[in-house]
């Protein structure tokens, strides 16, 4: 019997979602990045007293609904910790909606370090580590739900020192739980960096997602992002964007990557702060207009392979 196409061969392994352990061959479609809340206020002053839990499910259960209808069954929601993280809401959700929703762990460092908490500068790689694996075994903020991911974040251009303390947490966090780091990263440079942190703390870099790797110009760096073994996120679909995101991944595809590539919205953001949310974008583009787009462009099988395979694939504890 001829072997089964490697994009439909079974993908082993589990992930942590909201509601508890799923085997990765069962998460259907995946959307990888998208958020339900976020709160930009800044680490000092984030809080859940500045929202109504009932008023964000109102907002944004619709939407994740409409996601479910159009044949998304897993959702990875990318919100960190000191920007709105929820888990116990994200739970709720995930029951109302039947998606599988999965959370994180990690610090985000980008956007200047303002989502940092103040013991992320005083302590060590060691003790940050200590705290994501600390989520990973007991739950997050006093739940019993666990992180499926770490959600990390750098600056562009050369790593700062904290921003390298991060990704050394994140290694010494996989090794200790297994769980792939995604990394909102500015530009080639970090993530090329963030790679070689990696591979100095011995990780595998198909543990590495490089978030938003479509702001980086220069498809060079992207080839040999995935060449180092990283996954590549082209994550900024919307409808606007889908015809570039389609070149990229055609792009990847004629270099031989296409087993690389993570795509999704990076939408949905109930802002924490604004009436009623602020406008809330749905998760909807991927599946009427990206997915149509691929399927003429590169036939069904990449299509299976950027939103299941390579989901399945990226998520499994390792
Ligand atoms: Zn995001």
């Not at 909807?284 to 990449?302: K, M, N, S």
Request: with cysteine.
């Amino acid at each position: 019997m001829a072997a089964l196409p490697s994009t439909f061969a079974a993908q082993e392994g589990t992930v942590a979602t909201v509601t508890g352990d799923v085997a990765v061959r069962d998460l259907g479609m995946v959307l990888m990045h998208e958020h339900v809340m976020v709160d930009f206020i800044g680490a000092d002053k984030v809080s859940r007293s500045r929202y109504n839990a009932d008023d964000v499910v109102r907002v944004a259960l619709p939407h994740l609904r409409e996601a479910k209808e159009l044949g998304c069954q897993t959702l990875v929601e990318c919100t960190p910790a000191f920007l709105g993280r929820n888990a116990a809401l994200l739970q709720r959700l995930s029951q109302e909606s039947g998606l599988h929703i999965i959370s994180n762990t990690g610090y985000y460092g980008a956007a200047g370090d303002k989502h940092l908490p103040a013991h992320a500068f005083r302590e060590s790689a060691r003790e940050l580590a200590q705290r994501w694996i600390n989520e990973h075994r007991r739950g997050i903020d006093g739940t019993d739900i666990l992180p499926g991911f770490m959600k990390i974040g750098v600056d562009a251009g050369a790593l700062s020192d904290v921003d390298r303390k991060l990704v050394e947490a994140a290694a010494l966090a996989h090794k200790a739980t297994g769980m792939p780091i995604a990394s909102h990263t500015g530009d080639g440079v970090a993530a090329h960096q963030e790679l070689d942190v990696l591979e100095s703390q011995d990780v595998s870099r198909d543990a590495f997602i490089w978030v938003h790797a479509q702001n980086e110009g220069d498809d060079g760096q992207l080839k040999r992002a995935a060449e180092r073994g990283a996954w590549v996120e082209f994550d900024g679909i919307g409808p606007e964007s889908v015809e570039r995101h389609v070149q990229l991944v055609k792009m990847m595809a004629e270099a031989g990557h296409l087993a690389r590539v993570l795509v999704s919205h990076d939408a949905g953001w109930y802002h924490v702060g604004e009436e009623g949310g602020g406008n809330f974008r749905p998760f909807d583009t991927v599946f009427r207009q990206f997915v149509p787009a691929i399927r003429e462009a590169l036939g069904e099988p990449a299509v299976t392979q950027l939103l299941v395979t390579n989901p399945a694939r990226a998520l499994a504890r390792r």
